[in-house]
């Protein structure tokens, strides 16, 4: 985070102004919203300005900017076009540690004045960093259309109940399962539309029925959370991010996607670290039913798709035997991630008729697979969990007819910002594969449709160069 994002109180508190032109009239403005009391240092002032100092909604000095001028003050905001001035207010407020801002000059500033959605009480603050204004003043229309302008009057409809149902419901996960019942519900719907006397008929109602509520089972969602690139969430596993009391993860969940979700939900990461076991799927498993039976909305969040050598079958058993409810949401799974950033189609007409996806992971200290089926022609096959038994892989196909020119693709954090590829043949994948230094989580692609790929695409076809045809 660049900046610190905060809502500061000025109501009756003094901010000092520098500055009489266009800039200055603004940053008035929005400092009068918010009910500031503005001491203004300039030496002559636009129209506007001197109308709002002749209704005496401002002080005025007229004259130059003396070091006194910032005593008591709680900001400064510099909005004048002369550097010697914007420099000596900058650093008298900084020697006294005063927030400061000159307008366009980040470098003098101590803070930045983000756009702004006013929605009162409804406030919504957009920062680039200071990167791209333009791109925050986009954003800010953006929402400014998706965001009904009644939606503050909805905010001071529920802040009148706020006290009443925090006494009422004691559970804050209860609280904030009743409040989106307001809002997403019939109570939103007449506040928004101005019927405050309906809307308080129809929230004290909501409010009993909660209350007598039993407590109720809860929910366990598989959910897949696809490769890694957070676009590639389907709607239902972001809606479901959103809403979620408990996440529990594994390690193969992107951060950017652990972002995604509500800021307040629990999160259980029950991967295994490196020199630790993590959690044995027996431990997870009573784990996820123990969430559930406490009342939770539990979103568990599994790599790419849950039912794909994702164990997700084991933990649907568990469940059910337990008398919890369980959802599947699917995701995208590894092999059409990385099929669809390096644009090897699976299948096609001529190349490969058919598509396998196998584990590569060991079983009793050997890859239990079964070759020659691994082995036909015309065939794409997509090996998951590979990248250490990659050297058996290869040799085993090549002993059961697979020529050794067949060609090869790793992606390691396909979809991702990191994604690496390393492409070879399966007499060379072995070598190429120790170079690269391969540690995330890697996808084996193997069949005639890379080559199909590597012909069309010329950032592989460096790859190529250097690992086909050796
Ligand atoms: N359920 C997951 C697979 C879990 S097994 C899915 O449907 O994708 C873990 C293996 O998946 C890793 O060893 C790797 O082979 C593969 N994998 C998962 N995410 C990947 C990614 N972003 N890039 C490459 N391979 C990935």
């Given at each position: 985070?660049?900046?610190?994002?905060?809502?500061?109180?000025?109501?009756?508190?003094?901010?000092?102004?520098?500055?009489?032109?266009?800039?200055?009239?603004?940053?008035?403005?929005?400092?009068l919203a918010a009910g500031a009391r503005i001491n203004l240092i300039a030496d002559t002032v636009i129209g506007e300005i001197a109308q709002l100092i002749a209704d005496a909604r401002i002080a005025w000095t007229g004259r130059g900017f003396d070091d006194d001028d910032l005593a008591g003050m709680v900001l400064a905001v510099?909005?004048?076009?002369?550097?010697?001035?914007?420099?000596?207010?900058?650093?008298?407020?900084?020697?006294?540690?005063?927030?400061?801002?000159?307008?366009?000059?980040?470098?003098?500033?101590?803070?930045?004045?983000?756009?702004?959605?006013?929605?009162?009480?409804?406030?919504?603050?957009?920062?680039?960093?200071?990167?791209?204004?333009?791109?925050?003043?986009?954003?800010?229309?953006?929402?400014?259309?998706?965001?009904?302008?009644?939606?503050?009057?909805?905010?001071?409809?529920?802040?009148?109940?706020?006290?009443?149902?925090?006494?009422?419901?004691?559970?804050?996960?209860?609280?904030?399962?009743?409040?989106?019942?307001?809002?997403?519900?019939?109570?939103?719907?007449?506040?928004?539309a101005g019927d405050e006397i309906a809307a308080r008929r129809e929230l004290i109602r909501l409010l009993d029925t909660t209350r007598n509520e039993p407590a109720s089972m809860g929910m366990v969602h598989l959910v897949g959370a696809g490769p890694g690139d957070p676009d590639?969430?389907?709607?239902?596993?972001?809606?479901?991010?959103?809403?979620?009391?408990?996440?529990?993860?594994?390690?193969?969940?992107?951060?950017?996607?652990?972002?995604?979700?509500?800021?307040?939900?629990?999160?259980?990461?029950?991967?295994?670290?490196?020199?630790?076991?993590?959690?044995?799927?027996?431990?997870?498993?009573?784990?996820?039913?123990?969430?559930?039976?406490?009342?939770?909305?539990?979103?568990?969040?599994?790599?790419?798709?849950?039912?794909?050598?994702?164990?997700?079958?084991?933990?649907?058993?568990?469940?059910?035997?337990?008398?919890?409810?369980?959802?599947?949401?699917?995701?995208?799974?590894?092999?059409?991630?990385?099929?669809?950033?390096?644009?090897?189609?699976?299948?096609?007409?001529?190349?490969?008729?058919?598509?396998?996806?196998?584990?590569?992971?060991?079983?009793?200290?050997?890859?239990?697979?079964?070759?020659?089926?691994?082995?036909?022609?015309?065939?794409?096959?997509?090996?998951?969990?590979?990248?250490?038994?990659?050297?058996?892989?290869?040799?085993?196909?090549?002993?059961?007819?697979?020529?050794?020119?067949?060609?090869?693709?790793?992606?390691?954090?396909?979809?991702?910002?990191?994604?690496?590829?390393?492409?070879?043949?399966?007499?060379?994948?072995?070598?190429?594969?120790?170079?690269?230094?391969?540690?995330?989580?890697?996808?084996?692609?193997?069949?005639?449709?890379?080559?199909?790929?590597?012909?069309?695409?010329?950032?592989?076809?460096?790859?190529?160069?250097?690992?086909?045809?050796?």
């Open positions: 985070m660049q900046g610190f994002p905060i809502f500061l109180s000025l109501q009756d508190r003094p901010v000092l102004v520098v500055g009489g032109g266009e800039a200055a009239a603004r940053k008035i403005g929005l400092l510099v909005a004048s076009d002369d550097e010697a001035l914007q420099a000596r207010v900058s650093h008298a407020a900084r020697q006294r540690g005063l927030p400061v801002n000159v307008v366009d000059r980040p470098a003098l500033s101590s803070f930045i004045m983000p756009a702004i959605v006013d929605r009162s009480p409804v406030t919504i603050a957009i920062s680039t960093g200071g990167a791209a204004p333009a791109l925050a003043r986009r954003l800010r229309a953006e929402i400014e259309r998706a965001m009904p302008s009644a939606i503050g009057r909805l905010a001071r409809f529920a802040e009148i109940f706020r006290g009443q149902v925090g006494r009422t419901i004691e559970r804050p996960r209860d609280r904030r399962r009743f409040w989106d019942r307001v809002f997403a519900g019939r109570v939103g719907e007449l506040a928004l590639l969430l389907t709607m239902k596993a972001y809606r479901l991010l959103q809403s979620a009391d408990v996440i529990v993860h594994d390690r193969l969940v992107s951060p950017e996607i652990l972002a995604m979700a509500r800021r307040d939900a629990e999160r259980v990461c029950v991967g295994k670290r490196r020199g630790e076991p993590g959690l044995s799927q027996e431990e997870i498993n009573a784990r996820l039913v123990a969430l559930a039976r406490d009342g939770n909305s539990v979103v568990r969040l599994k790599g790419g798709d849950p039912l794909v050598f994702g164990r997700g079958g084991e933990e649907i058993e568990a469940l059910v035997r337990a008398g919890v409810p369980v959802e599947v949401v699917p995701g995208i799974t590894a092999a059409l991630g990385c099929a669809a950033s390096t644009a090897v189609p699976l299948t096609h007409r001529d190349h490969a008729q058919s598509c396998v996806f196998a584990t590569g992971q060991l079983r009793d200290g050997t890859v239990a697979l079964d070759w020659r089926m691994l082995a036909r022609p015309r065939q794409t096959v997509v090996i998951y969990m590979g990248a250490g038994t990659l050297p058996i892989i290869a040799a085993r196909l090549m002993e059961h007819g697979l020529p050794a020119t067949t060609p090869v693709a790793l992606i390691e954090n396909g979809t991702t910002s990191r994604e690496r590829r390393v492409v070879a043949t399966l007499a060379t994948i072995e070598r190429q594969a120790m170079e690269a230094r391969l540690h995330g989580p890697t996808l084996c692609m193997i069949g005639e449709v890379i080559g199909l790929a590597l012909a069309r695409d010329p950032e592989v076809h460096e790859a190529e160069t250097a690992g086909l045809g050796h």
